[in-house]
Each structure stands twice: as C-alpha cells, then as structure tokens.
C-alpha cells in the first residue's frame, strides 16, 4: 500500500494513541474455541491496553461470538477501558458458572492436568454417551444455563442501539448447511446461542422459524463480511484451532479431536486461499488497481501453545486455566503489536501463502 493510503489510513479516526502515535482503523475476526477463547480475551485486552488501534469491524464464531459482543457492550459503555473490564467481567462469569461442572478441577485428583483432560473419566463417558444419545434425550427439558447467562449479562438494547460499530455472528443453518450472518443491529439472546450451539450438547436454536447450530462448520471466522462492510482494508485474524500438529494421531482420541481440529479450521483455510489468490493477482495487474479492494491480512495464533493443549479442554470452564490462557493470550497480543503496528495500512503481516496455501508441512509454529 503506498504512503498516501497509510496516511489516509491513520488519519479515519482522528485520533491518537496513548502511545502518541495514530489510532489505525481495523476489523477483528475471532475463531471459535470454547474456553480456548480466553486466548483471544487476552489477545483483545492487550490490543485495548496499547490504544493503538480503533476497531470497526468484528466478527465471531461461538466462543469468538461471545467475545465480539462482550468487547461491543463494553466500548459501548466505556470506550477502550470499558472493552477490557467487560471482558473480564463475561470469563468470569463463564468461570463462575461452571464451578459445579463435571469438568471442574475440584472434582479431581491435583495430580491431573485439566490441560490435557483425554484421562478424564467424566470426559470418557461423556463421549460414550454423544455416540449413543443426543441431547434431545438426555436433556429432554433443553436446559441450557448458557442461556441464563447470556440473558442477564448483555443488554441487547444496549447492543442494537450502536451505530458505527459493525458486528456479525457466524451460524449454521442446521437444514441447509449454509451459513447464517446476525448483525449487531438486530441481535438477540437466541442468535447468540446459536452461534455457539455444539450439536452433541445442546439443542438446536431456533430463530425465526429456522434452527441453526455452531458456526464453527461452515465459518470459523467468516471474513467476507469485514470485507464488504468495512472500510478499513486491514483485518486481524485471531486463531485458536491448531493448523500444524507436531505428530500423526495414532489413538481413537487424537484422531477424533484432530478430525474436529481439520474441520474448524477448514473455511478459514479458504478464505485465506482466496484472499491470497486475488491479492496475488491484484500484484500482477491482471486485476486492475482499483476495482477490488486490496486487504491487508493479520494473524495472531499460538500454535506451540495449543500444540501443548488437548482440543477437549476447551471444554474447561475452570478459572485457572481460562486465566492462563488469557495471560498467555496477553503476551502474544503485545508481541504481535509491537512487532507489525506500523504493517497495518501499508501490507500484510503475515505470509498467506506460506501459512494457509502451500502444501508443505513445514510451516513455522508461531
């Protein structure tokens, strides 16, 4: 990108960070990830705590859903402050609202790693049970204490009331397999929870008459949206899924969770093929400058971390782990600033070719 769009970049929001340098304008897509999410709300806070950036656009799939409309409600209230202390206040409530889960820490020996939960023998049954019976048996009545949760803690009037903030939550179309966008403008406690609806927990949601699961199948995040609906030409992708693992899954385990892992990661993989193959064309004149707009890409992942951490514990709502996959969330978030700020505006930040196109396995885990 030439000077004359970072200058006309730099200059969208009139403002300037606490840093003293300009606010630049960007679009967040979140991953979903369960607990893994938590990753992201670090991510997030250390993003808000450098000022640096002006965010216009979100969108979020399931656990990523939850974060984007956590951060919209505490902008709304309280601008970059307000963003991080609603986001504390969501985790925390997710960590008090599993405090009697079958997959609490307290209900096991201190000597097992609820990281890596593939020995937990309530998880073990728990799988047993999603091959024989749905939820629609074992919860007859659709408990959902999500709901709850979601209920009280936003306020959607708030919510639909925000003007200038763009925001799109990811679901599938359980009869169709298509993939369902809600916006900011209209959203509800039930469009949030159908964004996050894992088909072997909960029920499917209805809205309006249709039932929708998880997003995670079919847009996980959906950039496309970020492109057609905000300005900024710069867009973050944080990622949770893990791309490369260091080893051939040999156990039913591993194969199962890699299976899940391949799948989520899946649509991302080819929004980015195709974000690069224009991009690429764009750079040869084949595509006129002009006639698409030009993206600047961004990746923030840790895949040595997740590497570490087995796919089943995002299904651990205990404080501990969720804190410290926020400080380590933290930690990437600052690195990641410190090292591409002045990327944003200008180019991508990351090798789209390298991390999501080419075929050999040998990419580096960043």
């Known amino acids: 990108m030439a000077a004359s769009e970072e200058k ?16 630049k304008k960007i679009a967040i897509a979140l991953q979903g990830g369960g607990s893994h999410g938590a990753f992201t709300w670090g991510v997030l806070d250390s993003l808000l705590e450098d000022g640096r950036l002006d965010i216009e ?36 409530k997710i960590a008090d609202g599993g405090l009697f889960s079958p997959y609490h820490r307290a209900f096991f020996p201190q000597s097992l790693d609820m990281r890596t939960p593939q020995f937990d023998p309530f ?45 799109f939550l990811c679901a599938t179309h359980v009869n169709t397999g298509k993939l369902k966008l ?12 159908a964004s996050a609806c894992l088909p ?36 973050m992708v944080i ?25 989520y990661n899946a649509c991302l993989m080819r929004e980015m093929r195709m ?27 840790n895949e040595s971390l997740f590497n570490d951490l087995d796919l089943s514990s995002a299904l651990n709502p205990d404080w501990g782990f969720i804190h410290f996959l926020f400080e380590e969330g933290r930690k990437s978030g600052k690195a990641w600033i410190e090292k591409n700020y002045d990327a944003i505006g200008r180019c991508h930040s990351t090798n789209l070719h390298k991390e999501f196109v080419a075929e050999s396995a040998d990419t580096a885990m960043s």
């Not at 006309?8 to 606010?23: A, F, I, L, S, Y």
Request: hydrophobic share 40%; proline share 4%.
């Open 239 to 263: 990622q949770l899924t893990v791309m490369n693992r260091k080893r051939l899954p040999l156990t039913a385990h591993e194969v199962i969770e890699r299976h899940k892992e391949i799948t």
């Open 182 to 193: 809600f916006t900011l403008d209209t959203l509800t406690p039930q469009k949030m929870l």
């Open 123 to 167: 998880r073990f049954f728990s799988s047993l049970m999603q091959n024989v019976f749905s939820p629609y048996q074992t919860n007859p009545l659709n408990i959902n204490i999500l709901r709850d949760m979601v209920e009280a803690f936003f306020d959607f009037e708030l919510l639909r009331s925000a003007k200038e903030l763009k925001l």
């Open 200 to 235: 072997f927990l909960f029920h499917a949601v209805e809205v309006d008459g249709e039932n929708y699961w998880d997003g995670g199948f079919v847009g996980n995040p959906a950039i496309y949206p970020l492109i057609y609906s905000c300005d900024t030409p710069d867009i």
């Open 57 to 92: 656009g979100l969108s979020g799939t399931s656990a990523g859903g939850m974060n984007a409309v956590a951060l919209a409600q505490g902008l709304l209230r309280g601008g970059l402050e307000g963003g991080r202390q609603e986001m504390r206040r969501f985790w925390q």
């Open 275 to 301: 974000i690069d193959f224009v991009g690429d064309l764009m750079q040869k004149g084949i595509i006129q400058e002009g006639t698409m707009k030009r993206l600047n890409m961004h990746l923030v992942r």
């Open 8 to 23: 006309k970049q730099t200059q969208q929001t009139g403002n300037v960070g606490d840093k003293g340098q300009p606010r």
